[in-house]
């Protein structure tokens, strides 16, 4: 699975920016796609994730109600709204794929990753 990211840039504090994550090869076996971020000196933290069927979502508490993730499966995308953003989301933010391969006595699963895009929010 091979993730492309796009969309980060620079906006002022209460703006929005979309994000877009477009996957490629093993389509097929994406159950999960999900976007996370990370500051440095930090470690990458979960923003948001969505089932690929029945698109169930979570979402991290600091971004409940101002962001929002989508997915469209025939295009085989998947977005991140946000809405009313703050000084404290600016990070690179990392698309992430969970593939699922059939495996005994357990299926094997294995994350794969987009090159991140920056989001900056200026105060």
């Known amino acids: 699975v091979q993730l492309q990211a796009s969309g980060g840039g620079l906006v002022q504090a209460g703006g929005s920016l979309r994000l877009s994550c477009a996957a490629s090869?093993?389509?097929?076996?994406?159950?999960?796609m999900s976007w996370y971020r990370q500051t440095p000196g930090k470690q990458r933290e979960l923003v948001a994730a969505?089932?690929?069927?029945?698109?169930?979502?979570n979402y991290a508490d600091s971004v409940k109600g101002r962001f929002t993730i989508s997915r469209d499966n025939a295009k085989n995308m998947v977005y991140l709204q946000m809405n009313s953003l703050k000084p404290e989301d600016t990070a690179v933010y990392y698309c992430?794929?969970?593939?699922?391969?059939?495996?005994?006595?357990?299926?094997?699963?294995?994350?794969?990753w987009g090159q991140g895009t920056l989001v900056t929010v200026s105060s």
């Open positions: 090869g093993s389509i097929f076996s994406i159950i999960a």
């Open positions: 969505i089932t690929t069927s029945g698109g169930s979502t």
């Open positions: 992430n794929a969970r593939s699922e391969t059939t495996g005994w006595p357990f299926n094997v699963h294995k994350d794969n």
